[in-house]
């Protein structure tokens, strides 16, 4: 007997990227990129929504990174060595990040109701 809430085709599987794009920022940053890459590059062989999510994903942990440290490394050479470069780092560090964990909870969601991530089409 089949739950009335039960799925009439089976899961596309686009959830497993966006939960190691999540790990990668949250808990296990080297690894969950390396998975996530590793993903990415077996992505040709998965559904679409699945590669959407998985491009996605990686496209956002890459850019992350770049506007991260580069942020960080404006800073230091525009203060230099003096207080004012760690609450500027620190602030402009925590900002990016709480915003791309955000979105990662946002794709997280479109993921689970197996529509495509809110990102460039082109991108994908």
């Known amino acids: 007997m089949q739950y009335s809430g039960a799925r009439n085709k089976p899961a ?10 999540l790990l990668n920022l949250l808990a296990t940053p080297v690894i969950g990129f390396v998975i996530l890459f590793w993903l990415f590059i077996k992505s ?7 590669r959407a999510h998985t491009r996605a994903a990686l496209f956002m942990s890459l850019i992350g990174f770049v506007l991260i440290s580069s942020g960080v490394l404006i800073s ?4 230099g060595d003096v207080g004012h470069f760690g609450t500027f780092a620190l602030v402009w560090a925590i900002a990016l990040h709480t915003g791309f964990v955000l979105w990662g909870m946002i794709s997280l969601a479109q993921a689970m109701s197996d529509k495509p991530p809110l990102f460039p089409a082109k991108w994908l």
């Open 44 to 50: 040709p062989e998965t559904n679409e929504l699945r």
């Open 76 to 79: 230091w050479m525009a203060f």
């Open 12 to 21: 596309s599987g686009a959830i497993v990227p966006v939960v190691w794009y």
